[in-house]
């Protein structure tokens, strides 16, 4: 992947129509999330289905837009989710890749214990 980890990963709490290009996604950035998409962090959306995601980030020279579509299974659920949650790069390689990322009932990310 061409994005920087160094940046922050955001996972948005609702689910979003994967009719959504880019322009689109941008304004959910700006205007439901609160958060600006050039900073460079990276913002991740799942569908209803769960069968796809959409992550948009800001590279420096323009916007990127990587949809991912899963073969067998889900992505995880996000019915608990409440607000933007912040993730690193290995739950985010875990969550595209169909695993599961612990969350609470009141729908905050629990930490990974190494």
Do not use: C
Request: proline share 3%.
């Amino acid at each position: 992947m061409i994005f920087d980890p160094q940046y922050p990963i955001f996972l948005y709490y609702d689910y979003v129509d994967m009719r959504k290009g880019h322009n689109t996604l941008a304004q959910v950035v700006t205007h439901q999330m609160n958060m600006e998409l050039i900073s460079g962090s990276l913002f991740l959306f799942v569908s209803k289905s769960r069968k796809a995601a959409k992550a948009i980030f800001f590279d420096g020279n323009g916007v990127v837009l990587i949809h991912k579509k899963i073969e067998r299974g889900r992505f995880m659920s996000f019915d608990n989710l409440k607000e933007v949650t912040e993730i690193n790069s290995n739950e985010l390689s875990l969550i595209l890749n169909g695993g599961q990322i612990p969350l609470s009932k009141s729908g905050k990310k629990l930490s990974l214990k190494r």
